[in-house]
């Protein structure tokens, strides 16, 4: 890469930064795991060019790699521990889970996409990030096997928040997701798990594809 090229990737990404924080992402934590992971590793294509700017983008499949700002705003509503067990449902491109991978000691992650869980799984090697495990496989089911999870964050819109998702949790966990009945109107809302229930709270508007039952025929 020529000189040039390399200081117009590095104020791409500083702008890329100052655009995270000006949408709220204020977390330094958060900033600093998307500053390690480059977002311009999990967008191939057409769309390479524009993987610093904030707005989702096609991948394969017919699913988008979610805009960095809500990448941000949910990594930073989860509040995730070192210590912490994360599950993610809805691998993608891998770009959250990456990110996530740098907050947790482990990330599991599901996709009904063979596709996107081999492609992000030969990704995450190539990276050498050792503390994802990729899984494809039915996410609205989540991982029964290695539950309970410290955190869980479900990158699909269902109409409520699982029943089996929710099962999944700690005592003490915290679960982000967008909700809503349609493509059009749906929230990102944080659920934390009570001794006596669960505690809902709405964050803001969002729009992603629906959560969808069941394995993908690609």
């Not at 017919?62 to 949910?74: A, D, F, N, R, Y």
């Not at 982000?176 to 803001?204: H, W």
Request: net charge neutral; hydrophobic share 40%.
């Amino acid at each position: 890469m020529s000189k040039e090229a390399q200081e117009n990737l590095a104020e791409r990404k500083m702008r890329f930064l100052f655009a995270l924080r000006s949408k709220g992402v204020t977390d330094a934590r958060t900033l600093s795991a998307m500053e390690t992971i480059d977002r311009g590793r999990f967008v191939r294509g057409l769309f390479a060019e524009r993987a610093y700017e904030d707005m989702p983008l096609p991948i394969a499949c017919g699913q988008t790699i979610s805009q960095p700002s809500v990448v941000g705003l949910m990594t930073q509503a989860l509040k995730v521990g070192p210590r912490d067990t994360v599950l993610e449902i809805g691998t993608g491109s891998g770009y959250q889970a990456a990110v996530l991978s740098q907050l947790a000691r482990r990330v599991y992650t599901v996709d009904r996409h063979r596709r996107l869980a081999r492609d992000s799984e030969a990704l995450f090697a190539a990276l050498s990030i050792p503390n994802i495990v990729t899984i494809a496989g039915d996410g609205s089911r989540g991982l029964p096997d290695q539950a309970p999870f410290d955190r869980i964050i479900v990158t699909a819109a269902a109409e409520d928040p699982p029943g089996p998702l929710l099962a999944q949790l700690k005592i003490g966990g915290i679960m982000v997701l967008p909700v809503g009945q349609s493509d059009t109107v749906q929230s990102l809302i944080r659920v934390q798990r009570l001794e006596s229930g669960f505690d809902y709270e709405e964050l803001r508007p969002v729009r992603f594809v629906p959560l969808v039952e069941g394995m993908a025929s690609d």
